[in-house]
């Protein structure tokens, strides 16, 4: 039996370790033959393979990334992409198809199954949104490197007397910038899921810096003002002539300065957030999920997806896992207000 | 309403921001007073109390340790132990209290509990061996140092073709070294559940060397080998004529370079694993039982204590927590096997 | 005898370690009394202090930032400044005082020294761009930081196929982008004091992609292309109507995605590089460098600074470290090249 | 022209950078082929070889370790030792010889270039104990890895209201335990350049006891107490009645502990201190080292070695490094002592 393995979408910390179980585990018992597509969904479109075996995996627990390199290639918005992807599978003479992404590649993964093909789906995200699994593989490691940003800068705002607003990854759900805020001991957290209230921020960043402290913001990139999101909508044009469309971090530490003079700057994370070693949390996930992956495919599970519940590794169907995104439950935000001095 | 708190057993990182989240939060809504009793039992027995405020529980987020202390002792081995605990607490002015610890000290406060004083549990120890929840505070962090140092020995071990066995914490409970070893990538994986056939890892070590690699292997320091204890207790002679007795890590070393003729050698992790700066999740962890433990103050909640399950905060009686310890499932073992190639 | 201590200019990790050296040292032989300016020049024109003693700079080795507070007040750009950092001296009752900075902080100290007040410099900069030393304090760290961003954007890029720019501080010397472009192993590094050719940029990073490798560009802040500065200099307005101006990581990560066509991102580290816990070796730097100011103090070496030259510390004037930027000899630049495949 | 490379005696972090620069700059101009001797000195006295090309140092500048292995073979020990590399080297048909090593490794250089034997020498250990250069590769490292070992246990030590002693590698000379106590602020620092006085250190203790801190003491592996070494071969007891021998730090707590009743633990690095990633600071030093080694070659300065001296490379005689250890001179161990409270 010959399987296929990609990796679509974002890349994260712990793919590796997740392509690296997988191997191992298919080498067990009646072994499996594994092959790798290249570039997520491109692979199997584009007929680009690679064998994947026990010495492609040696040295990789520790690599961010993925071997495998990944894209944004999306068959389901090209003509015929499922039944494309579907020949390329053939081709490749694959029986089986493990698929690790987030949302997207899950959800081509959940459109082939429906299609009758064996697919299997492992979840990951740095985002942290897919629906039916506690937590996805990367999220732990960029919720750790936004961290470590918020403890960075803090030392600079108490010296200087300034805010300091660090705008994290999350486009849809906070969970990168809830748990970082909390760790990092933020005095606002803005998430998607909560329009913010400029006012009350600049009024909360006000009274911290009345006590003599420097304010900490942290903000998802998706976070939107109340009112709406035009306010965000303006394109701007830069330096150089390219238009561009400042970031709410920008937008929120402009607002503070201007409402409380105190100087006050954002710093971007970006692609920072998604790269380098993983934490032991994410290659742990990450082996764990790789190898359960194998097992569903040996028990010939088709349409389902490998989960974290609790501290096992369970099913659950694919359309549980892309029905609808997993955002911060408001009593999970509450919280973090909780903890507002 | 005032509440005492208290932190008993081995320090871990994770702590002081369950303090913190309990000062911040009980000075919401309709305030309790909060004072801390310094190093666990101690406090009560001995009437040692300070005062706990918003000022003591700046920039400690990062700080490992506790900054009420921590001690061994334990009421349950005294005279009249839970009788005295009681009294202090009144002494103090105690309408509650929030015990923060592992299989001990949460042991006392259910006892505490049983004899009807107002008590609210908090579960923390790096060896994650508290049932009930789905994980502890400060385990997580213990993982990554293990972690950290299994990479670390790798690099040594692999330019000098050496073995290397690192023994990490874990008596009767095997899950750091079972996740560090995931994590790191140990070629073997010795835990208290599971006794070891030295054969076994002897020859598995012997395997890699075979393949040009360098074995690495962590060991719980509560693994037995097959056939009892015993092995552990002969003493014997180190290499200068010196006769000495190591733990199960020395002992595994010696085994390993006697039996395979590879240079091997033991490096014990000790106390390094339970201090220093907590990871994001333990901030995260310890911030949310903090919150959570106020929630069950306010509520009368006596008798439970707070309790990860999937990404929710929720209550358990005491006495599921310290009725047995939590140990590695064979079906999680068997994963760490599973990934051997 | 009284001694005054100020930090000035931007913040660094390891300026807590000189400060708790400085309290230490005063506290040995003839013990001197130390008092600290909050906020860089602006403690003594504003007649702003502290007390500085021992319990002040206990738990401040692993601080980055300044326990002192800093500003970027400078008394040479004010009518009769430096006259009234002296009378402010004089009011507080200090005999002496000890300036830690960088170019600007120990400018201001060198004036005071020609004007007879009782001064000794002690050189910090992230930057690393004084003259009369190895290194300032601050500076490994900064690098360490730089480096471990490259490091992530690494595995992102390789798994994506893309180019990323790295913009790191260094407005008028490029210590960092070379240090932290070396160590990070960049396949191009641009400096102030090299204005570089675009069209070797772009070629070198299509060499890097057509061996299927991702370019990894670092550059320092006050990088300018060959040809002058204008290109860089074009104001844009941002979302928010704010008027603002696009970095030159920005610039060159445009150029190359346009030439090139592969997708190429700019990360901007910001003050990032700035803040959090010191490595050991600024740890070690900084208290060595606050002893030594001491020592100084006590010869009354007046319109010195002390300074690494190998691994010992020795004193030179002030006027040698302000004298002229310290920027990267042409030889060192071309390591870099090199290095280059 | 073929050049040979070997990297002799205890592994370290930087290695894979000089090796990495040798073949990249070897590239450059008139080319070099570089062929690797595996494990030191072994290589050449077996003849064991390989190619060492640029696909070999892709990806290995955070990698700790050497590529090329390493052993602690000295031929020096050996009858015709000398004329058998000489022989190794040109059956391999090798024109020059870069050796990257500490004092027994360039020991050897030294010999063979006495010999005729065209050698350059590249400066490594983490114990930075060779004289001619400001420091070796992998010292850097080292001490951030012993630096972070002391901030973790500082944490326990705290909580606990105990003592640690964490012992530190430095058989002959005490930088890593001079350098990671005072970056982690140890309230002793031993080594074995100055016998110590064990009442004194106990005493110590004591006092930072009365204040209410924990005591910390860094302590190298080859520290030895005023008196003579006797003190250290005793066989002692432990506390289940086992006879045991431990190292100096074992020694060094059960001291503070009898004496001052003070629960007292000691912490054994080993193995942790040389492996894992290397600190940016370290990668460019190899970086700089292996540029200029072949630079070395390429002028045909044999018998010399690369050396920093400020942050220049320059080069000095073989003879010179290895003439005799660079050890801690009285006058950086009195800025420990100046620090003391």
Redesign the interface.
């Known amino acids: 039996m010959r399987v296929g393995v990609l990796?679509g979408g974002?890349?994260c910390?712990g793919?590796n370790?997740a392509l690296?179980?997988i191997v191992?585990?298919a080498?067990?018992a009646e072994p499996l033959e594994v092959i790798g597509f290249r570039?997520g969904w491109r692979g199997p479109l584009d007929g680009d393979t690679r064998p994947l075996g026990?010495s492609d995996v040696?040295d990789v627990?520790?690599?961010?990334?993925?071997l495998l390199?990944?894209?944004r290639t999306n068959p389901i918005s090209m003509d015929d992409g499922i039944d494309r992807v579907r020949s390329g599978l053939v081709a490749a003479g694959c029986d089986a198809l493990i698929a690790i992404g987030g949302e997207d590649t899950l959800g081509v993964a959940h459109a082939l199954a429906e299609a009758g093909v064996a697919v299997v789906g492992v979840p990951k995200t740095i985002d942290n949104d897919l629906s039916a699994t506690?937590?996805t593989i990367g999220h732990?490691t960029a919720?750790?490197?936004?961290?470590?940003?918020v403890?960075?800068?803090?030392?600079?705002?108490?010296?200087?007397?300034r805010a300091?607003v660090v705008e994290v990854m999350g486009r849809h759900a906070g969970w990168i910038a809830l748990?970082?805020g909390?760790?990092?001991?933020a005095d606002a957290i803005l998430i998607p899921e909560q329009p913010f209230d400029i006012e009350e921020v600049v009024a909360r960043c006000a009274r911290v810096t009345a006590r003599g402290r420097a304010p900490i913001v942290v903000v998802a990139e998706g976070a939107v003002p109340q009112g709406g999101e035009e306010?965000?909508?303006?394109?701007?044009?830069?330096?150089?002539?390219?238009v561009?469309?400042?970031g709410v971090g920008?937008?929120v530490a402009?607002e503070i300065g201007r409402a409380t003079g105190v100087s006050t700057?954002a710093?971007?994370l970006?692609?920072?957030q998604?790269?380098?070693?993983p934490?032991?949390?994410d290659?742990?996930l990450g082996?764990?999920f790789g190898?359960h992956a194998v097992d569903a495919v040996r028990d010939g599970a088709w349409g389902s997806m490998v989960a974290l519940?609790?501290?096992e590794i369970v099913r659950a169907p694919l359309a549980d896992g892309v029905g609808k995104l997993k955002t911060v439950p408001p009593e999970?935000y509450a919280?973090a207000l909780?903890?507002?001095?």
């Open positions: 990796t974002g890349d910390p793919l370790a690296r179980a191992r585990a080498a067990h570039d026990a040696l627990l520790d690599r961010g990334g993925t390199g990944s894209s506690d937590v732990d919720v750790a490197i936004a961290t470590e940003a403890d960075r800068v803090r030392t600079t705002a108490e010296s200087h007397h300091i748990r970082s909390i760790a990092g001991g306010v965000l909508t303006r394109a701007g044009t830069d330096a150089f002539g390219h561009q469309l400042g920008d937008h402009a700057r710093v971007v970006g692609h920072l998604r790269g380098g070693t934490t032991a949390y290659r742990v082996t764990r190898l519940r609790g501290d999970q919280e909780a903890l507002l001095d």
